[in-house]
């Protein structure tokens, strides 16, 4: 997978050197997105609960069309000097269907837009109600009450649906909010003890363990990493 995630938020100090676009579409589709690889470098993709689709052109190769997965860890690729990519960014928790594999060699060739790549995703009706309750309570229990439902049946309806339970929700969307506020200017003022408690961890040790987990990096360090603090910069899951 291309580092499609690289927000290029430092400009010359960017993990990679990339000229990008973005524009935000509707559900599924959460926006699509494009950039030109200036240089050959090395650059971090961090989990977001979203999956791509995305086109690559490279010289002197065939374009080709692939898909992502929901990444549970941070993980390093890399481009080459003048790959382009185009790419759909689809909404947390979107799947895509089988069939779109079999599409894939025919879609790359010619120019695909949204209303073509939306035949080929699925997305529950009550997939954006159920991720937003759990992103925003303190743990399943919780989230199924204010729903109506029982834990088990939330946890079935999520799992079903994306391959990822609800307490997997909830951690990355708090992992992300509490890293992005770290990642910013905003953060000199505020002590990572007191960030942890405002952000529903048990305390700073839990989560650097978390960040670890997640990032690969402690809160400590993370602004110091700027491939990974540059990728956090890129809309995700928990953003809202």
């Not at 954006?128 to 229990?141: F, I």
Request: a positive charge.
């Amino acid at each position: 997978m291309p580092c499609q995630r690289g927000s290029g938020r430092r400009g010359g100090e960017a993990a990679i050197n990339v000229v990008k676009k973005m524009k935000m579409t509707q559900q599924p589709i959460l926006a699509t997105w494009s950039f030109i690889a200036q240089a050959s470098q090395p650059a971090a993709i961090v989990p977001d609960g979203c999956r791509d689709i995305i086109i690559r052109m490279r010289d002197h190769e065939p374009v080709i069309m692939f898909a992502t997965e929901l990444d549970d860890t941070t993980r390093t690729v890399h481009v080459q000097t003048g790959d382009s990519f185009f790419g759909f960014r689809l909404q947390p928790g979107v799947g895509i269907r089988p069939e779109l594999s079999c599409a894939m060699s025919s879609l790359a060739t010619c120019p695909a837009d949204a209303e073509t790549i939306r035949e080929f995703l699925i997305q529950p009706r009550d997939l954006a109600e159920l991720l937003a309750a759990v992103q925003n309570a303190r743990g399943t229990l919780e989230a199924a009450k204010s729903l109506g439902v029982s834990s088990r049946t939330l946890q079935r309806k999520l799992f079903d649906a994306t391959g990822r339970s609800p307490s997997w929700w909830r951690r990355l969307a708090r992992l992300r909010k509490s890293a992005k506020l770290i990642a910013s200017a905003e953060i000199d003022q505020i002590e990572l003890a007191d960030l942890a408690f405002q952000h529903g961890y048990c305390d700073q040790p839990h989560m650097t363990r978390e960040f670890q987990h997640w990032l690969g990096v402690s809160p400590h360090n993370l602004r110091k990493n700027g491939a990974v603090a540059d990728a956090l910069a890129s809309t995700g899951y928990g953003d809202g």
